[in-house]
């Protein structure tokens, strides 16, 4: 019996061993959100413009991600751990990228099709699936939101630990484009409306109630956009006339 877990453990081992770096990225807790991205798409550097001045690091986070074996050993204890989390935001950078592609858009279609990403928690959108969307394309910004494609609203995540992902990872075209491109999976605006009652009546609209929201949306939307001043400084026209000298 021992000789027999032994070898199981080995197995195990072993297959541990084979698993991939970007298998093991996305079966972590926490990265449900990602799709596997292609090796190849990894490896044309097309794909890959412009990312090699936003990760430190560059070359040896491309080898850990594609399992190129990069000699880590040679760096300090410090270094290694920089390198391995300059792994995971450039798989995050890339990942942004090859969502918008026809194979990355038929990933994450599954995983929509799921509700891997989560349902809106508004009552009158009945649970519908939402989509992950960043307010940034840049990262360490904003982190993931939650768009609904019913009431076009953001939410946060629902599960705590898709709360610290970096919203860059999804970039801010890839719910929209989605939808363009799966005409299908547009829904309807929802009808129904929540109203508010006391005692089964409805609040006056000329209440507090409302007023008071009212005024202080009306107050923000003044601090965003100012309202240039009475006196622009155009010239106001006189209204006294000039009366003929008469001639003696």
Avoid at 68 to 94: F, N
Avoid at 118 to 127: D, H, I, K, L
Avoid at 133 to 160: K, M, T, W
Wanted: proline fraction near 7%; glycine fraction near 6%.
């Amino acid at each position: 019996m021992i000789e027999e877990d032994s070898d199981s453990s080995g197995d195990s081992s072993e297959s541990g061993e084979e698993q991939s770096w970007i298998e093991w990225f996305v079966s972590l807790r926490g990265n449900e959100f990602f799709a596997t991205i292609d090796e190849s798409y990894i490896q044309d550097n097309f794909n890959l413009t412009g990312l090699s001045t936003m990760v430190p690091y560059y070359e040896y986070a491309l080898d850990l991600i594609l399992d190129s074996e990069p000699p880590l050993d040679s760096l300090p204890e410090d270094k290694q751990e920089v390198v391995e989390t300059a792994a995971e935001v450039l798989y995050g950078l890339i990942h942004a990228r090859y969502i918008l592609t026809n194979k990355g858009m038929l990933a994450m279609y599954e995983k929509y099709q799921n509700a891997d990403f989560g349902r809106c928690p508004r009552v009158y959108c009945q649970g519908h699936p939402g989509l992950p969307v960043g307010l940034s394309d840049l990262p360490c910004n904003y982190s993931v939101n939650i768009f609904c494609p019913r009431c076009h609203e953001l939410y946060y995540p629902r599960a705590s630990k898709h709360a610290n992902i970096d919203g860059a990872f999804f970039g801010s075209t890839f719910s929209h484009l989605f939808l363009l491109q799966n005409p299908d999976l547009i829904p309807p605006k929802p009808q129904e409306s929540f109203m508010p009652r006391i005692y089964g009546f409805r609040i006056n609209k000329e209440s507090a109630y409302y007023k008071q929201r009212e005024n202080q949306t009306q107050g923000k939307r003044r601090i965003a956009n100012p309202a240039v001043g009475a006196t622009s400084g155009k010239k106001q026209s006189s209204n006294t006339t000039t009366q003929p000298t008469s001639q003696k």
